[in-house]
């Protein structure tokens, strides 16, 4: 099963090598950075404000820069987000230590662009510098690189608190990590500067060349799951925190343990989509993920019950690679169905539209808990608006049967 990913080629493997040091920091932050701002003052609301600047930047330039690449080199893109990242990680760290929020919301900013050059690239690189054999491989290691980036971090964060609880808190955690990603350079420099470059066709600044019609079918179910994993992925660990008291380092190696099940399931994908199609490896993995979803949820309900803590932490854990396997598979999915021509603008407008959607989300989050809304209530909304995307991407199968039949 794992043969197809030793024929990656080396300058995407060197890539996916710089895209897991820049995911490090992208995971520790998701782990741990929100129950550090709640432990510095910071209540729900303000922290989904903090966070919600980081999606804006994104969702603004996501789009444009989808349009800028077509015909240009991308690794130069690579260099700025290895370099932004971890120097904007930090000044967020400084500014949120020193009580700075308004520097706190412009790090925050900058980081989500920084990010957002890896996070919105990675794929049109391999699409342009894969085989037709090799994609599915290498889209499913891009993809699994955020699992074993929360394997990492959310293992040393565990590590260096369990050696030295005294000095190693969120902020040295953080800290230091912000400063290991500047690794993620070196394998930017290894990639060589050799990129295959497709040709382009007529103006950047045209739009009318692209079938928007196939474009917005392909993109409904994943606007659909952008806006209610919004609601979820960036503040579960203030679930945990919160309703079960769950200390950042608990929720790191919980995490770290979960993302191993995660990037096993999402190396699986090629073999899986192979073997039993689409309809398994996106639905059905779903459909269970959204299960565990509305059972972690409704935990909330029994939490003065002794048994609520481990069934939230082992519906987590059933969640995790259920839900993220599906990701790389969607997303080839995805791009077959709306064709070469309309790749690149599609690996933009996801990023765009996720992005936008966290935005709203958070906004929508800071608003229901503003209103006391319990976390159990806003993670069932999450859970429906999966129901309603899986449901579309079932027909989306469908059609993407019909097209190459």
Sequence with gaps: MLKPYWKIEKSVVFM????????????????????????KGYSDPEIADFISWRFLSVMLLAFPLGLYIKGRKIRPFFYFASVGVSLFSLGILFSVEYEMPLLVHICLAFWGIAYASM?????????????????????????????????????????????????????????????????????????????????????????SGFDWKVIAMAMTPSLILAIGAGLTIP?????????????????????????????????????IKNKYG????????????????????????????????????????????????????????VMNYVGPKNQEIISALTASIWSGSWFLSAIIFRVLRNSGMMYANVFLITAALYAFGVVWYYYLINLNEKKNA
Excluded at 18 to 34: G, H, K
Excluded at 295 to 301: D, K, P, S, V
Aim: glycine share 2%.
């Design 119 to 207: 996070q919105v690239l990675a794929l049109p690189f391999i699409l342009r510098n894969t085989s037709l054999e090799n994609q599915s491989a290498a889209i499913s290691l891009s993809y699994s690189t955020y699992s074993f980036a929360m394997i990492s971090s959310g293992t040393l964060i565990f590590l260096l608190n369990y050696f030295n609880p005294q000095l190693f808190h969120e902020y040295e955690s953080l800290l230091l990590i912000s400063a290991l990603s500047i690794l993620s350079v070196f394998f930017v420099w290894k990639m060589g500067r050799i990129e295959v470059l497709p040709k382009v066709e007529g103006s950047r600044k045209d739009l």
């Design 235 to 271: 503040f579960i660990n203030l679930f945990f925190y919160k309703v079960f008291n769950m200390s950042a380092e608990r929720f790191s190696i919980i995490n770290a343990f979960s993302s191993v099940s995660v990037a096993f399931a999402a190396l699986l994908v090629p073999h």
């Design 16 to 39: 996916i090598a710089a895209e897991f040091f820049i995911q490090m920091v992208n995971a520790a932050m998701m782990m741990v950075l929100n129950i550090y701002l709640s432990k």
């Design 278 to 333: 689409y309809k398994v490896a996106i639905t059905r993995t779903q459909t269970i993920a959204v299960v565990s979803l509305a059972l972690l949820a409704c935990t909330e309900f029994y939490s003065t019950a002794g048994w609520a803590y481990f069934a939230a932490v082992f519906f987590f854990l059933l969640r995790q690679p259920l839900m993220n396997m599906a990701a790389p598979a969607a997303s080839e999915l």
